[in-house]
């Protein structure tokens, strides 16, 4: 903040120099001048001779006139950046106060705020995260062969996710039948998938949940570590087969 503040009063005074003197040397040293602040090695102030030298008349000329519109360019680190003193020095040398405060008046009656206010510029970047790249919806699409699960994802056309903690919310409500219905049926119950279209095609908005996928494969993985998981409902036979039995009413 308080170096984008110095930067832009620095500009000005380039701009009073140039209008001053007109004097490509001039400029060049001022700029120096400037750049050599904090620079124990001299490659600012190299950079900038060379650079500034290498310019045709009206290049260079271009270039200052874009300092003095927008200030003299300067980059720093957030964490290993500009030292303090050097700020100091940046802003002394724009005819600032050091402390990077200034009065401010109250737009409403003309008087001065009571303490000085600390003022500057910040450049920001806008970053890439767009509402258009990321705004979604889905009612049926593509499903994972494995876990019979909608996909994830825009890219893939896929369903929200209903995570560990989504699951608590709903619980700490007490919506049973909805977070069946989003575990089950929404999800990869591949019977009451198709239960569910059946029901309301014919008007009946009541639906049989059946098994999810997901306990099949959890099922299956068991197996494959050599645990052969059984269901007892009258007779006993493997977890992975067990159907739910139609309710007719």
């Known amino acids: 903040t308080h170096l984008g503040w110095a930067a832009k009063e620095l500009g000005k005074k380039l701009g009073e120099l140039v209008e001053k003197y007109k004097d490509r040397q001039r400029v060049i040293e001022f700029l120096k001048e400037i750049y050599a602040v904090g620079d124990q090695k001299g490659e600012n102030q190299r950079f900038v001779e060379e650079y500034l030298a290498s310019l045709e008349d009206e290049s260079f000329w271009e270039v200052v006139r874009l300092y003095v519109e927008r200030g003299v360019p300067m980059a720093t680190p957030a964490f290993e950046g500009a030292q303090e003193e050097h700020i100091r020095t940046l802003l002394r040398m724009a005819g600032l106060p050091e402390d990077g405060k200034t009065v401010l008046y109250d737009g409403r009656t003309g008087e001065p705020f009571d303490m000085r206010v600390t003022v500057g510029y910040?450049?920001?970047?806008?970053?890439?995260?767009?509402?258009?790249?990321?705004?979604?919806?889905?009612?049926?699409?593509?499903?994972?062969?494995?876990?019979?699960?909608?996909?994830?994802?825009?890219?893939?056309?896929?369903?929200?996710?209903?995570?560990?903690?989504?699951?608590?919310?709903?619980?700490?409500?007490?919506?049973?039948?909805?977070?069946?219905?989003?575990?089950?049926?929404?999800?990869?119950?591949?019977?009451?998938?198709?239960k569910v279209y059946e029901s309301i095609v014919k008007g009946k908005y009541m639906y049989q949940p059946g098994i999810p996928e997901s306990f099949r494969v959890l099922v299956r993985e068991l197996k494959a570590l050599g645990l052969n998981v059984k269901c007892e409902n009258g007779t006993s036979m493997p977890c992975d087969q067990v159907e739910i039995e139609e309710d007719k009413t």
């Open 122 to 194: 910040m450049h920001m970047l806008k970053l890439i995260h767009m509402v258009d790249d990321k705004i979604h919806a889905r009612s049926t699409g593509p499903y994972s062969l494995v876990t019979q699960q909608p996909l994830g994802g825009r890219a893939q056309f896929g369903g929200q996710r209903l995570g560990e903690m989504e699951v608590w919310a709903l619980e700490a409500h007490g919506a049973a039948y909805t977070l069946q219905e989003m575990l089950t049926v929404k999800s990869d119950d591949i019977e009451g998938r198709t």
